[in-house]
């Protein structure tokens, strides 16, 4: 195989490769994406659209995607907002749910989200019981009182059993799931089956371009 010959295979196979990794440009129904059955409710004001996260504080792709979610949400700037649900792995009860709901109801997930994540994935503090929950949290700078009181209240221990319905509306069956619009929803399990051999990082770029074109078409449904 002459020199040129061989430039040009490996420019080929390098450009096939390439292809093979890239987000597809117009994403298909039922294959990078799933329309709800029955679309649900939306929050959004004005022309944003609506975007929910379903996560899980145990799970490494939800904390691999953590970062490059919120670069995303940043570029969105204002088509959207944003919203986050725990997915209830283990019921109507889940401890890392009722975790989320808490510092929601304090208004601490600003400073507390990440830390929980880190908390988890970095210095693997298994955050699966209440006690070892409300001790973690009093240890890092809430005060046990007022954390027990959100706890423990009517609003954050309803919307815990609500959970598993809700996530049932959307369709969600694992985590991390995007909801787009209250229509649309993605997930990297749906696009990494196309993306045989790409790494972790190109399947979630992948996935957010495709949530950037399902926010296109759901604003031009407004």
Not at 75 to 95: F, L, M, N
Not at 141 to 169: H, K
Request: neutral net charge.
């Amino acid at each position: 195989m002459s020199l040129l010959r061989a430039a040009g295979f490996g420019l080929l196979l390098s450009l096939s490769v390439s292809l093979a990794f890239a987000s597809p440009a117009v994403p298909q129904n039922g294959v990078d994406y799933a329309t709800l059955a029955r679309p649900q409710p939306v929050q959004a004001n004005g022309n944003k659209v609506e975007v929910i996260e379903f996560f899980m504080y145990h799970c490494p792709v939800c904390n691999a995607l953590e970062p490059l979610l919120e670069e995303w949400i940043r570029k969105e700037g204002d088509r959207i907002t944003v919203r986050r649900i725990h997915y209830p792995s283990t019921g109507q009860a889940d401890p890392e749910a009722h975790l989320f709901l808490t510092l929601e109801a304090l208004g601490r997930l600003g400073d507390m989200h990440e830390k929980v994540f880190k908390a988890v994935h970095t210095d693997h503090i298994r955050l699966n019981k209440d006690d070892v929950i409300i001790d973690w949290a009093a240890k890092n700078g809430i005060d046990r009182a007022a954390f027990l009181e959100a706890w423990n209240s009517f609003g954050v221990t309803t919307r815990l059993r609500q959970l598993e319905r809700i996530a049932a509306n959307y369709q969600v069956d694992s985590a991390p799931t995007l909801i787009v619009g209250g229509r649309f929803l993605t997930n990297p399990g749906l696009l990494s089956p196309q993306m045989q051999g790409a790494d972790r990082a190109d399947v979630f770029k992948a996935t957010l371009n495709v949530a950037d074109k399902l926010v296109d078409k759901a604003a031009k449904g407004k």
